[in-house]
């Protein structure tokens, strides 16, 4: 990145304020202002994608205060200054879509999504009505009509909304299926439900699901973890009994959440047979593919990892990952329509007026159990009509090829790196062995000393700038690395440096 210094107004302009710009002037300000913010995010995109570049400047927090002039002024500060507090502010931002990025399930920067969310951001309308968003609302509406197709040809009238993040999508799902089953809960309350309340999920899943419990008054022992096999999977047998135990003790189960691409191991549930399941007890299936959700554009790769999908009733899945959305981009679909609207409406009639002069269908807000929704459509129909559902398919397809290739560098290097298990996406769990370690037999001691390894290493990586790659503890063992491409930057190169970097500054450990 330049200097932060760099970006200089024209000298006459540069003790301007901001009544110097539009609205309260007319004139050339507002152009040069704008063109110099442009050029901070020009050469932001391009450091990005520089692998020379370092991903981060690591600071501590008590440290990075100093560096940084956080205060909100009692006067304000000029133009030239607001120019360099953006220039701070991106020198000090991780490159979340640099090709050295493994940290996150969304990497990446995808260029027509970004021209898409500064569109929006210039648009800056509210996604509660058609009357102040109507391309925008045509656009959630073709393009989430095309996703439930893709799910499966009996979506496609269904219903679908944008939500806040995978988790509010998780939510909404819980909503519905409550509703569906209790109708009169959202008028008169808990008292309508004449028992607890159960819900079934993964030990793998989301912590999210766990928090519908929570937040919806069933209590998280009452959302109950399902054990999962060595490879993640929900196990189905497990899944029946504890229903049956709940059952058995009068408690009403409801609810089972199917995990497709799990967070840490990239896991898929097996669908049809939980599917079974819940048509012979009569409970909601929600398919959470927030994460694994791309793979449905692949035919290489949905079957079997989403085999049975269009047998649920509802489905998370959040494009601003594996497809490379903006954040943020979460999606959640309904196979019934009308549910949202019957059990989130609220009917404010300052918003959502019954005489209006169009068809209301299209305000959108009242399904919703916010108020304001973001405009998160844009982007993601700008990057669908740039890449078409080729493009999507080719960038799931490089993903998982990557993913492919990570796993055979590993298994080539058995001295240096130990691989967990053979992933089903594109999360890679492995661990790095340093040299001291390289010749001791692979028993759980010495499962514990990799473990101890990591937060180290994790550490030499940020403050070298160089990688970021996450890890964990499970249930079954100790830290261990969780590596993610899904990102269109990386090549088999970066994938080859992220194997050497871990050990230039891991191999003394
Ligand atoms: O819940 C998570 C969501 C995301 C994301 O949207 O990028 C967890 C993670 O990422 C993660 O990287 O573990």
Request: proline letters at 4%; hydrophobic letters at 40%; charged letters at 20%.
């Amino acid at each position: 990145m330049p200097n932060t210094s760099n970006y200089k107004l024209n000298a006459a302009i540069a003790n301007s304020k901001y009544t110097d710009l539009l609205p309260y002037k007319d004139g050339s300000t507002t152009n040069e202002f704008l063109q110099r913010i442009v050029d901070i995010l020009l050469d932001f995109v391009k450091a990005t994608n520089d692998r020379k570049e370092k991903i981060l400047d690591f600071h501590h927090p008590e440290e990075m205060q100093n560096l940084l002039d956080l205060k909100v002024p009692e006067k304000g500060v000029t133009l030239q200054q607001l120019v360099n507090d953006c220039a701070t502010t991106l020198k000090y931002q991780v490159k979340t879509g640099h090709p050295h990025f493994f940290n996150q399930l969304s990497c990446g920067l995808d260029l027509v999504s970004m021209a898409g969310e500064w569109l929006t951001a210039t648009a800056n309308t509210n996604m509660f009505t058609y009357e102040i968003a109507p391309v925008f609302i045509l656009m959630e509406t073709v393009v989430m009509t095309h996703m439930r197709e893709i799910i499966g040809c009996n979506w496609k009238n269904g219903d679908s909304i944008l939500a806040p993040g995978g988790s509010i999508s998780n939510l909404y799902a819980f909503l519905a299926a409550r509703h569906k089953m209790f109708p009169n809960y959202k008028e008169k309350g808990i008292a309508t439900i004449q028992g607890q309340l159960v819900m079934f999920t993964s030990d793998q899943s989301h912590y999210s699901v766990k928090s519908c419990a929570s937040v919806c008054g069933l209590g998280t022992d009452n959302c109950l973890m399902v054990p999962s096999d060595v490879n993640g999977r929900m196990i189905p047998s497990e899944l029946e009994k504890l229903i049956v135990e709940r059952k058995a003790k009068g408690h009403i189960p409801f609810f089972v959440c199917c995990t497709s691409g799990t967070t840490v191991l990239g896991s898929f549930d097996p669908i049809n047979e939980i599917a079974d399941i819940c048509e012979t007890y009569g409970l909601w299936l929600h398919v959470d593919a927030a994460w694994g959700g791309g793979l449905l554009l692949s035919k290489k790769y949905r079957h079997p990892r989403l085999s049975g999908v269009e047998r649920a009733h509802s489905v998370t899945w959040n494009p601003h990952k594996l497809q490379g959305a903006l954040l943020q981009c979460s999606t959640i679909h309904f196979k019934e329509n009308g549910l949202l609207l019957s059990c989130n409406s609220m009917s404010a009639d300052y918003l959502f007026m019954q005489d209006k002069l169009y068809d209301i269908q299209y305000d959108t807000g009242d399904k919703v159990i916010q108020c304001g929704r973001h405009n998160d459509i844009f982007k993601l129909w700008l990057q669908w009509r740039a890449k078409g559902d080729e493009g999507f398919e080719k960038h799931m397809d490089r993903l998982m090829e990557l993913s492919e290739y990570m796993v055979k560098r590993i298994k080539e290097q058995p001295d240096k790196f130990y691989l967990i298990m053979e992933p089903e996406m594109v999360n890679v769990s492995f661990w790095y062995i340093p040299t001291r370690l390289r010749k001791m037999p692979h028993t759980s001691a010495r499962e514990a000393e990799l473990g101890k390894i990591c937060p180290i290493l994790k550490a030499r990586m940020m403050e070298s700038g160089t990688l970021m790659v996450g890890y964990q503890p499970d249930d079954r063992r100790p830290n261990f690395f969780r590596n993610i491409i899904s990102s269109a930057a990386v090549k088999e190169s970066d994938v080859d440096f992220l194997l050497a970097e871990m050990d230039r500054l891991g191999h003394n450990l």
